[in-house]
């Protein structure tokens, strides 16, 4: 009987041995999730960075091509307001060398 007993308890002992190890087992595995899941949430914020990088490159390439434009405005209107000096200048010219010759 005191052998029985005995057997029963070590059965028993054995057994709640097994429920620890499956719930360290459990708390092993809840742990590599949520290391997954902040490796997960790092990788979502390292790519939400990449993008805002891309798009602050995006933005300032669009203000020097902007810049680019306005110079080259700002050339082709210089161009025309010395075209129209010029052509002011051959303008005037006769009518002095005709004013000279009278």
């Known amino acids: 009987m005191l052998i029985l007993l005995l057997l029963l308890l070590l059965l028993l002992l054995q057994l709640l041995l097994l429920l620890l190890l499956l719930l360290l087992l459990l708390l092993l595995l ?60 051959l303008l005037l010219l006769p009518t002095t060398s005709l004013l000279l010759l009278l």
């Open 30 to 89: 809840l742990l590599l999730l949520l290391l997954l899941l902040l490796l997960l949430l790092l990788l979502l914020l390292l790519l939400l960075l990449l993008l805002l990088l891309l798009l602050l490159l995006l933005l300032l390439l669009l203000l020097l091509l902007l810049l680019l434009l306005l110079l080259l405005l700002l050339l082709l209107l210089l161009l025309l307001l010395l075209l129209l000096l010029l052509l002011l200048l």
